[in-house]
């Protein structure tokens, strides 16, 4: 158990911290729950943990990655999808025989004798599933302020996340506490609070895929690095026109001391920035030879750069860390069958893989991968793919995980049709847009508990998780979904 300092919480860091909650308003996202939860778990922690966020930009279609599978729900699934067994007659169900390699098998039965398999491309996370149990489903998880049915969502009875539906701010919302345009994520926030908890504090919240609102804060700097390595200054570090000349007097004008204001200031930061990547360089060692992450895999890459990057953490003076890479390519409003299964395939690969990785160096009880999305998709075919959504379902991998028990939240009514008899709360709001039964914060929360935070904190970190640990309309809301050990 670790134990807040009250004597670390400093005036700046409350009053950003006052001012996040005041802006975020409604829903506040997974992005400042984990910046805060890692705070209260690294101040006194002297053990290693990691979490990496995977980020898949699009908004994923649900129906397709966890497919339903039970007879009576894969045939509503089926005609709701429009699906040949052999796609030949346009639709973009998936034939139910082909599920048969990736049928989950909880420990656990289902309500209602459900059943679920993963997208046929996903053999890798569902072999992890069945034979490790390494691999958690939680499904229908989505920004909530609190439990809402269709008819509250409709009359605005409850209060709802801003800008639902809408790719950059729905992006915005997982990974920060703002819609489009917010300029300080989750990652910053962490960085902010945690500058004098690690050795070196850039290495804090690392981002493996450019620059992102996820990693911005107000002092702390996210750390970029490519699939290769530390971003070197090139002008410093090879021959400038074939000129060496030339490469030492450029090192020199950029790293001198300047008794100008600016000049000085640029220098320090260059000079920052070329230590950092000495450090990063140091700590990375070789790369891992082939067939240890998937080759012709851009997600595999980044994911083998984190790996790298946790087997260098005592050069790299870290205790706790945050990672962010992502995938893109998921606004499947057509394609959706000849895409999908590429996406996704190299999602459970690279996924899987990073897994065997942390088995390797002992550390899979320490390090949680976890997905996030722009949102869910239709259930309704348009025609050749889905159109955007709300809930959709998601995948935790790691040692620490308690996959196979169950899978975890409110399996949805498969359907797109309104029904009366379930009191206004059908699980969609309009062709099979489904109205989370799963909050993010309780899925940050779950997350946070696992992290370190004791549960006493977690209200204060998580400002709408005062709204769950309840039972509504028919679903119960846990303030910790079970996922983790």
Request: aromatic share 8%.
């Amino acid at each position: 158990m670790y134990l807040l300092k009250p004597e670390l919480h400093t005036r700046r860091a409350f009053l950003r911290r006052s001012g996040h909650l005041a802006l975020a308003g409604s829903a506040l996202p997974i992005a400042l729950n984990l910046a805060t939860m890692a705070e209260a778990a690294a101040q006194t922690a002297t053990d290693y943990k990691a979490l990496v966020c995977v980020f898949l930009y699009g908004g994923n279609d649900y129906a397709n990655t966890v497919v339903t599978h039970d007879d009576a729900s894969y045939n509503a699934y089926a005609a709701i999808r429009g699906g040949a067994a052999d796609q030949s007659g346009g639709g973009i169900a998936l034939p139910k025989a082909a599920l048969t390699p990736t049928l989950l098998q909880p420990t656990l039965a289902l309500p209602d004798s459900r059943q679920y398999a993963l997208h046929p491309a996903m053999t890798a996370l569902a072999n992890l599933y069945n034979t490790e149990g390494k691999v958690a489903v939680q499904l229908n998880v989505g920004p909530l302020v609190e439990p809402i049915t269709r008819v509250q969502y409709q009359t605005r009875a409850k209060k709802i996340p801003p800008k639902l539906f809408s790719h950059n701010d729905q992006q915005s919302t997982w990974q920060s506490s703002s819609p489009e345009g917010s300029i300080v994520g989750w990652g910053g926030n962490l960085g902010d609070l945690m500058l004098a908890q690690n050795t070196n504090s850039l290495f804090t919240c690392m981002s493996v895929s450019g620059n992102a609102v996820f990693l911005s804060g107000d002092t702390a700097l996210q750390y970029q690095v490519g699939t290769g390595g530390a971003v070197k200054i090139n002008a410093i570090n090879g021959n400038v026109y074939g000129s060496s000349s030339v490469r030492a007097a450029m090192a020199q004008l950029l790293t001198q001391a300047s008794g100008h204001t600016l000049e000085s200031e640029y220098c320090r930061v260059t000079q920052r920035a070329i230590t950092a990547e000495g450090s990063i360089t140091s700590a990375i060692g070789a790369a891992y030879p082939a067939g240890v992450f998937p080759a012709d895999n851009n997600l595999a890459s980044q994911l083998a750069m984190v790996a790298r990057l946790i087997r260098g953490r005592g050069t790299l003076g870290a205790r706790r860390q945050v990672f962010f890479v992502s995938m893109g390519g998921f606004d499947l409003h057509d394609n959706l069958i000849a895409n999908q299964p590429g996406l996704l395939g190299r999602v459970s690969e690279a996924m899987a893989a990073f897994h065997r990785e942390m088995k390797v160096q002992g550390l899979s009880d320490q390090v949680t991968q976890f997905t996030a999305s722009d949102f869910g998709r239709t259930l309704a075919s348009n025609g050749d793919g889905s159109d955007h959504g709300w809930g959709g379902h998601h995948f935790v991998v790691g040692g620490a995980v308690k996959g196979k028990d169950k899978i975890y939240g409110t399996a949805p009514v498969v359907s797109i049709n309104n029904n009366p008899a379930l009191a206004g709360y059908d699980g969609h709001v309009g062709q099979g847009r489904l109205i989370p039964s799963t909050s993010v914060d309780q899925y940050a929360a779950t997350l946070a508990s696992w992290f370190g935070v004791p549960d006493a904190e977690l209200a204060g970190i998580l400002p709408n998780l005062k709204n769950f640990g309840v039972t509504a309309n028919g679903i119960d809301y846990p303030r910790n979904l079970g996922f983790m050990a």
